[in-house]
T-cell receptor, first 113, second 115 residues
Framework: AQSVTQPDIHITVSEGASLELRCNYS??????LFWYVQSPGQGLQLLLK??????LVQGIKGFEAEFKRSQSSFNLRKPSVHWSDAAEYFC???????????FGAGTTVTVRA | EAGVVQSPRYKIIEKKQPVAFWCNPI?????LYWYRQNLGQGPELLIR????????DSQLPKDRFSAERLKGVDSTLKIQPAELGDSAVYLC?????????????FGPGTRLTVT
C-alpha cells in the first residue's frame, strides 16, 4: 500500500523568503502525486499534480514541485512567500488505476513579517 | 461555479447523541467522498459514492456510522451514537468521476466536537 511522509510538522519562513516543503512517498509503481493547501476553516485546494512527463510541475499561486523517482520525493517549492501562504500543506499519493488518495500528516507554514 | 457545500460548519454534541452532516457536491460530479480528518493528520477516506451507489465503504465504522446519497446528488453522513473519539473534521469532496486523474474538490468541512 502507498504511504506518504511529510517530515516537517511546522515551518516558519519570513515573507519574501523561499519555501520548500518535503514529501516522500512509498509506492511500487509510478505514483500520481498531489499537493493540497488548506487555509484555516477552508477545505483542501489542489495546488498541483504530477502524473507523468516533465518532472518539474507548475501549479497555482506560484508553487512548483519536482518529482524525483530515485529519491521517492515530490518536494514543493515557492521562490518568494507571501503572508497569504500561511496554511497547512498536504502531500498525497494515488494510483493510476485507483481513486484512493493517501495523504501525509501535513506541514503547517507560518509566515512572519 | 459553486463549490462543494457542507453544513453545519461546526457541531458540538455530547457523547451518545446522534449527529448528521450534509454535503452538496459540485453540479455534475458523479463521485462523492466523505473523509475524516483528525487533528494533526491528513484526511482519511470513509466512503465513496458513484452516483447513488456506495462503491467503497471499507473504512466506514458501520456499527455507528451510516451514509446515504439519495438521487445521486446530496449526501448525508450520520453518527449514532457519537463517541469522544469521533471528534474530527468531516470533509466532503466530489469529482467528475473516480480515478486519480480527476481532481477531487473539497468542501470546507464540518468540525465535530464530542464532549
Amino acid at each position: 500500500a502507498q504511504s506518504v511522509t511529510q517530515p516537517d510538522i511546522h515551518i516558519t519562513v519570513s515573507e519574501g523568503a523561499s519555501l520548500e516543503l518535503r514529501c516522500n512517498y512509498s509506492y511500487g509503481a509510478t505514483p500520481y502525486l498531489f499537493w493540497y493547501v488548506q487555509s484555516p476553516g477552508q477545505g483542501l485546494q489542489l495546488l498541483l499534480k504530477y502524473f507523468s512527463g516533465d518532472t518539474l510541475v507548475q501549479g497555482i499561486k506560484g508553487f512548483e514541485a519536482e518529482f524525483k523517482r530515485s529519491q521517492s520525493s515530490f518536494n514543493l517549492r515557492k521562490p518568494s512567500v507571501h503572508w497569504s501562504d500561511a496554511a497547512e500543506y498536504f502531500c498525497a499519493v494515488g494510483e493510476s488505476n485507483d481513486y484512493k488518495l493517501s495523504f501525509g500528516a501535513g506541514t503547517t507554514v507560518t509566515v512572519r513579517a | 461555479e459553486a463549490g462543494v457545500v457542507q453544513s453545519p460548519r461546526y457541531k458540538i454534541i455530547e457523547k451518545k447523541q446522534p449527529v448528521a452532516f450534509w454535503c452538496n457536491p459540485i453540479s455534475g460530479h458523479n463521485t462523492l467522498y466523505w473523509y475524516r480528518q483528525n487533528l494533526g493528520q491528513g484526511p482519511e477516506l470513509l466512503i465513496r459514492y458513484e452516483n447513488e451507489e456506495a462503491v467503497d465503504d471499507s473504512q466506514l465504522p458501520k456499527d455507528r456510522f451510516s451514509a446515504e446519497r439519495l438521487k445521486g446528488v446530496d449526501s448525508t453522513l450520520k453518527i449514532q451514537p457519537a463517541e469522544l473519539g469521533d471528534s474530527a473534521v468531516y470533509l466532503c469532496a466530489s469529482s467528475l468521476t473516480s480515478g486519480s486523474g480527476y481532481e477531487q474538490y473539497f468542501g470546507p468541512g464540518t468540525r465535530l466536537t464530542v464532549t
